[in-house]
């Protein structure tokens, strides 16, 4: 994976394989969001589909946006893999997620694995932000810096790597978004000599509805 991939490059790769991120939901995704009553969601950077689908199993109304058409067929056929119901929960968009404008609030809005340039990951995170709706979650996951070094498996460009440090302080300027968790956590991968180290940043919006 490189920091420069295109819409193009994302198509190739995921025309290599059947799925690359497996079926079942990103384990971040799973423990953050379990609890929370289904709402609205918005997932950006939503790959082959993982987290949207599982989301739209429990009942959650999904956006789902990824600059891939590739992975974004792969996702719809995944989707009707799991029936009817769940397919019709989700809405994908071949969008480009710099340029992408969320159009509503969200109760629940995912950024997972997505590595781009700090100053692109820091608008989009931004937007991210923006979309979600008083009361509302932001769920950020990412292949720490650490990875490099002490991990497994993520891009290798300590460029498109970050911290948790730089998500909070991509999301400093939005003083109602009131972090809950924002760590680097390990992830076992079966057949690995050690974990993947992950960033996992999880904040709030307080229910006031001024930001
Ligand atoms: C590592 S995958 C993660 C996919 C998904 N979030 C998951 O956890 O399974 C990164 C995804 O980001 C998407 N992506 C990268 N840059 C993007 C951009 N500028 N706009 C939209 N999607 C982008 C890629 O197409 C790819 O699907």
Redesign the pocket.
Known sequence: MDALMSAHD?DERYRTSELI?KAGP?QWVRQYTQDLSPGTALDL????G??AVWLADRGWQVTA????AV?IEKAKKLASQHGRRTAERIHWAIE???SYAPTAEYNLVLV???H?HAEQRKAVLQRAAGAVSPGGQLLVVGHHTDNLTHGVGGPPNPEILYTEEDVLADLAEFPNLLSRTAQRVERVIDGQPRPALDVVVEAQRSAATQR
């Open positions: 994302w991120w990103n950077a939503s790959g082959e993982r987290n946006v990824d600059f891939s992975a480009d997620v710099l997972i694995y997505l781009i």
